[in-house]
């Protein structure tokens, strides 16, 4: 396709927008340049090429395009990097949500740097260390065992806002994992499930805890018996086996809801490695592929790019008012109906998949 071309079907992407606010990733796609270049030109930096910098400039009076002054107060002081500490790179939801905020630091000439804590208090302790030993412009962490207390001692040196788990006293961004579970599990119901199971996996954090207990009170709310036989919470990678002897028992769930993305593969794998009869399957969390079964998989969609945009909005009023009190915010979540959560206990069958998910 020719520039020409690529613009005007950017031009045309973008008027379907409507009146939401230019970004500037529309101005770089309209333009046919990186988000970097389009902040370099409205920066007023040197270093780019005349056609290209009136390209960029066409595109942000097209657009209406107005810089966010406010996101430029990152920059301000002696570093422009954000650190990043999540559980683990490989784990779906971390590495969309990182790539989120990255996209975004890049847009505003900051970098990212970011380590992993394995699920381990003693390692992110380590890590913690690592990150903080550079001088940084503010600090995410996704916290496994770090008090509130310590992050308070990190908080008066730059902004700290713990991600996807809260600590009293810190800013946090996270999802309703307790309500959007109890949305997810009165779908099954208001099908006509009646024995459903729940995977998930011991964690030393709460979300997974939190959507333990909204299974516990969709069916209670229901009136459905609890039955603990069908609950599975194990440590991590070690369910499978456990996954299998469940869904191979003759009183089997027809329906399972999986507290994890990781957890919903694992399940997946064990139903399309021993042939067993699929229940119907609801992810907290979506993943890759999750749409290329047969049927696709539902899920709870705590959207990564909601959450990275949250986060950054919120580290830039951290920098604009360092003494502000600290926010609780919550991002909604979505159920993205695909098929699986949809079946009805005498529709369970063995799910076509793409090939084994490791």
Do not use: W
Request: charged share 25%; proline share 6%.
């Amino acid at each position: 396709m020719t520039h020409e071309g690529s613009t005007a079907a950017a031009a045309a992407d973008v008027r379907r927008y409507g009146r939401r606010r230019a970004r500037i990733k529309d101005v770089a796609d309209l333009a046919g340049v990186s988000m970097k270049t389009v902040s370099r030109v409205v920066n007023g930096e040197p270093g780019v090429l005349p056609e290209t910098r009136d390209r960029v400039a066409t595109a942000v009076l097209e657009l209406g395009f107005v810089p966010d002054r406010h996101a430029r107060s990152l920059k301000r002081g002696d570093s422009d990097t954000i650190g990043i500490l999540i559980d683990a790179i490989s784990d779906p939801f971390f590495a969309a949500f990182v790539s989120a905020v990255e996209e975004l630091a890049l847009a505003e000439g900051l970098s990212v740097l970011f380590a992993s804590t394995g699920y381990d208090a003693a390692r992110e302790r380590e890590q913690l260390a690592r990150l903080t030993g550079d001088r940084l412009r503010a600090l995410i962490v996704a916290p496994v065992g770090v008090a509130s207390d310590e992050l308070e001692a990190l908080r008066r040196r730059v902004p700290v806002l713990c991600v996807d788990r809260a600590r009293e006293g810190i800013d946090s961004i996270v999802v309703d994992d307790f309500g959007a579970t109890v949305e997810a599990v009165r779908e099954f119901i208001a099908r006509g499930h009646r024995r459903i199971g729940f995977i998930g996996e011991q964690t030393p954090y709460p979300t997974v805890a939190e959507r333990l207990e909204g299974y516990r009170a969709a069916l209670a709310e229901a009136g459905l018996e609890l039955d603990e036989s069908l609950i599975i919470a194990q440590g991590r990678h070690r369910e499978e086996q456990s996954v299998n002897d469940l869904l191979a028992r003759p009183d089997a769930p027809t329906a399972v809801f999986c507290a994890t993305s990781p957890a919903a593969i694992t399940t997946i794998n064990a139903i399309a490695a021993d042939r067993l009869r699929m229940p119907a399957l609801i992810s907290f969390g979506d993943f890759e592929f999750a749409g290329a079964f047969t049927p696709g998989i539902s899920c709870v969609d705590q959207d990564p790019r909601l959450i990275g945009e949250a986060t950054f909005r919120r580290l830039v009023a951290l920098t604009e008012d360092p003494a502000a009190a600290p926010a609780h915010i919550v991002v909604p979540t979505r159920l993205i109906r695909r098929g699986s959560g949809e079946l009805l206990p005498d529709a369970v069958d063995v799910p076509t998949p793409i090939g084994a998910l490791r």
